[in-house]
């Protein structure tokens, strides 16, 4: 028996993508200056732009900014947009604000997507952990070395953005190409405010960034979101994609790390991250399968067992396509990113 309704006319029509259109459109998008563009996106009144010219750094974010006084920090443009951000909900539904975000996402995306062109997708290597490491904790050290190797053996680090290991990358990749000793005091500076919540984390910060300045072509990623405004970015990052969209912001950073995660000890956000990179890596969701490493033994099998359940998944055949690896080691970790790229 015939059920189709041969009265939606619809149904009689398939959905066609006319690929050719698809890339015009990107290409005048590479095109065209962000000062073009402008003219055809509506700045809708916000603090913010509904067509960044690109991608965030130190210098934009926190413009506005004088480490030397510190009152200044309310009257930045990453804390007015913040704040605005707070006035209108995070879930406004105001047709303006909800419209000028997502713009901007788009422009903040398009952007980061011309970054990563640039960038062998297997060289990029996500870091993920808890914004509440301090700046005095040894495991926090541990994280700058590790990724100032990685960024000198051609690593894009990228992190979420924000305090605790995510700084510390940035940190480390910031120093590459410096001495151990230079590294070294530049941590030494910053342990006098060791947590966000410490009066001067960011003015050490700047500091740090003043008394080593960027000497190299090494770079980081930052993508943080104004749905955790609270905690500041990391302006360690030389890139920053900040977004309104938490949910876009989330799913990216694990899915643009294909040269594998590197998991500190987290919180509740970490095992997120973790059992959403091991379904994009059950899956393969896209086209391969990424390494995953656990910095911390005895966190990862006794406090928090994340690795121990991944481990017996996989060895019973539940989940497919887990490359694991647990260790305290900085040289096993990079070892294991090293033995990826390579195709070991």
């Known amino acids: 028996m015939d059920t189709k309704d041969n009265s939606n006319p619809i149904q009689e029509r398939p959905i066609m993508v006319d690929v050719e259109a698809q890339k015009n459109f990107e290409r005048v998008l590479r095109e065209m200056s962000t000062e073009e563009l402008a003219q055809y996106v509506p700045g809708l009144g916000k603090p913010f732009s509904t067509c960044p010219k690109g991608l965030y ?10 480490y030397h006084d510190e009152k200044t920090f309310e009257t930045c443009y990453d804390t007015k947009v913040y704040r605005h951000y707070m006035a209108q909900g995070k879930y406004d539904h105001a047709l303006d604000e909800t419209l000028a975000r997502a713009l901007h996402d788009h422009f903040i995306t398009h952007a980061l997507n011309v970054m990563l062109e640039q960038y062998n997708e297997k060289d990029v290597v996500g870091v993920m952990g808890g914004h509440a490491k301090r700046r005095d904790d040894p495991g926090y050290r541990q994280i700058v070395f590790l990724s100032k190797k990685l960024t000198e053996m051609g690593r894009l680090m990228v992190t979420g953005g924000g305090p605790g290991a995510m700084e510390a990358t940035h940190l480390g990749a910031w120093m590459a190409g410096r001495s151990e000793a230079e590294t070294n005091e530049a941590v030494d500076m910053l342990m006098s405010s060791p947590t966000f919540k410490d ?22 990623l930052a993508i943080p979101t104004w749905y955790y405004g609270h905690e500041p970015t990391a302006p360690f990052a030389t890139d920053i994609a900040k977004y309104f969209d ?21 919180s509740a956000g970490t095992m997120q991250e973790i059992f959403q990179d091991a379904g994009q890596n059950h899956y393969e969701s896209v086209g391969f399968a990424s390494p995953m490493i656990f910095m911390g033994k005895d966190y ?23 490359l694991l690896t647990i260790s305290d080691d900085n040289d096993e970790i990079i070892d294991a990113i090293v033995r990826f790229r390579k195709g070991k």
């Open 57 to 66: 750094n130190s210098k934009v974010l926190y413009a506005g900014y004088d």
């Open 199 to 220: 009066k001067g984390w960011l003015c050490r910060s700047f500091e740090v960034m003043e008394r080593f300045p960027l000497q190299s072509d090494y770079r980081s």
């Open 246 to 266: 938490n949910s876009v912001r989330e799913d990216g950073i694990v899915t643009i790390a294909k040269g594998g995660i590197i998991y500190t000890p987290g």
């Open 300 to 322: 990862y099998t006794n406090y928090m067992p994340a690795y121990t359940l991944l481990k017996d998944l996989s060895d019973r055949g539940i989940f497919h396509n887990m």
